[in-house]
């Protein structure tokens, strides 16, 4: 959801023109709680009392509604991807930005898990009790303990783990507590002519990458503003990296300025990296393979993870 109302119809629509078959579809925790700063969001007042779980619920009710009215289904297991290609369905992968929803309790991390959801991204635009944000004052300084409990709840149910927006103190908590591969869902890399506190840098992005990891290329027009600008941001974050742990970002919907406004120019992306060099096999991989893979590795080492039916996430 956002500020205009819903958005997933059109979104859907635009994602079929582009040819894009699947993609995250994300409630935000501390939604009710931003305002605009410049190039940025900042909270500007605490939750209330039972507010950030029934924002979440009334979110998660809502793109679930949507998505099944405008012929789409959730991604529950890797396998659901080429399924609901071939049913001509688009997947929608549940996430939420923050965890501020768990509001200290790690069982809820389960009951994500029951309503569909498969990533978290553990901070968003504050500090919340599982880290701190590269946006805001260190409030934590590392990865808390309770941000530990999630990261091994998440790694136990198969859950895709999003460090995006996290300080890199709290990446390097994670990339400690767990051995499953992490995903930084919307970013860059300092250091290619734009400094801004939500990107990260060279070492970082290594790190994760070194971790079986994958980085979103992120389409915000934060010191970019063409489409080739967004070409150029790829073909930096693999020389870093290295194409197997790049990907097509998330937030399209909701960052600062997009220099992508639909996945109808997403067909002029494929074009331009292929004929600057970038390989049939490295934009596939880019396209979706890369994420796939991170997802296909957290789910196989998942444990004992509770039985989930559709009546359970559909009820009614």
Sequence with gaps: MVAGGPFEARTMEDMRAGGLTGGSFSAVADLQLLDARGTALVATR????????ASYERQIANLKTNI??????????????????????????????????????????GGA??????????????PNELGDI??????????????????AEMGRLGMVIDIAHATEAVVAGVLATTDRPVMCSHT?????GVENARFITEGL????????????AWPAGIGASTLNDFVDRIFQLSEVVGPRHVSLGTDMDANYRPIM???????????ELLRRGYGVDN??????????????????????????????????
């Excluded at 590269?134 to 999630?150: C, H, S």
């Excluded at 991989?285 to 359970?312: C, M, Y």
Aim: no cysteine; net charge positive.
């Design 46 to 53: 605490p939750f209330g009392p039972g507010e950030a779980q």
């Design 68 to 109: 099944a009215a405008n012929g789409g289904d959730i991604v529950l297991a890797p396998s659901d991807f080429a399924r609901l290609k071939r049913q001509g369905k688009i997947a929608a992968l549940l996430t939420v930005e923050g965890g501020d929803f768990l509001v200290g309790d790690v069982s809820r991390v």
């Design 113 to 126: 898990f029951n309503d569909g959801v498969r990533s978290i991204t553990l901070v968003h635009y504050r």
């Design 134 to 151: 590269q946006t805001a004052p260190a409030v934590n300084g590392n990865l808390t303990g309770f941000g530990r409990e999630v990261v």
């Design 188 to 192: 860059h890399v300092l250091g290619h």
């Design 205 to 216: 992005a290594r790190d994760i990458a070194a971790h079986g990891g994958v980085i979103g």
């Design 261 to 271: 406004t639909s996945y109808r120019q997403l067909p002029l992306v494929v074009s």
């Design 283 to 316: 934009t596939t991989a880019f396209l979706g393979g890369n994420f796939l893979r991170v997802f296909k590795t957290v789910w196989a080492k998942r444990e004992d993870a509770p039985f989930i039916s559709w009546p359970d996430l559909w009820p009614g």
